[in-house]
């Protein structure tokens, strides 16, 4: 039994478990002999990145970065550190877009 005047009470996250920023993973795009996509790290993440060097696997996968094997960290934008660029080479029978023409 419940008195009417009574509220539900919603559950309360401890003050140790604040919700981080996500990493996010673009869509991925192509053109004839790469497979392409970009990650973008949140910031108490990029501050981890070791300043002007590309990251091994092992070493993106250490920051919490989680995608299929086969993708490589190949360049650095140096305006925006914090958006890793990832490619890997197309596999046969991959579906190839336009990415000119992508609505």
Do not use: C
Not at 23 to 36: G, T, V, W
Not at 39 to 62: F, H, M, N, Q, T
Not at 69 to 96: F, Q, S
């Amino acid at each position: 039994f419940t008195p009417s005047h009574a509220r539900a009470r919603r559950p309360v996250a401890p003050k140790h478990l604040v919700k981080m920023p996500q990493i996010q993973y673009s869509e991925k795009y192509y053109d004839d002999i790469y497979e392409y996509r970009h990650v973008v790290l949140p910031p108490d993440i990029a501050k981890l990145l070791p300043k002007g060097r590309l990251l091994s696997e092992a070493e993106w996968r250490g920051l919490g970065v989680q995608q299929s094997r086969g993708w490589v960290h190949y360049a650095i934008h140096r305006p925006e550190p914090h958006i890793m660029l990832y490619r890997r080479p197309l596999e046969a029978g991959a579906p190839l877009v336009d990415i000119a023409n992508k609505q």
